[in-house]
C-alpha cells in the first residue's frame, strides 16, 4: 500500500497516510487541527520525471559559468 503525503492549508502541518491507491485523492481531515483543507502533496515519484523533459529548453547545462571560460562544461 503506497504512502501518500498531505499537507493541510489551515495549519500547513504535513503529514503521511498509509492508504489504498483508489483513495488517494479522496478527502481526509487534518490529523492536527481537523481541519479539511487538505491537499494531496506530489510524489517524490513524479519528481524524479521531470529530469528528462527539461533537458530540451535553454537553460544552461552549467549553472556557474555565463558561456566561453567554463572548464566543466566546455562552453
Ligand atoms: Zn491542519
Request: hydrophobic share 25%; net charge neutral; glycine share 10%.
Amino acid at each position: 500500500m503506497p504512502i501518500y503525503e498531505y499537507v493541510c492549508l489551515d495549519c500547513q502541518k504535513e503529514f503521511e497516510v498509509l492508504r489504498p491507491m483508489s483513495q488517494a485523492d479522496q478527502p481526509l481531515p487534518c490529523e492536527s487541527c481537523g481541519g479539511k483543507n487538505v491537499r494531496r502533496k506530489l510524489t517524490v515519484f513524479y519528481a524524479h520525471s521531470d529530469g528528462r523533459s527539461v533537458a530540451g529548453t535553454t537553460a544552461p547545462a552549467c549553472g556557474s559559468c555565463a558561456g566561453g571560460t567554463c572548464s566543466t562544461c566546455g562552453h
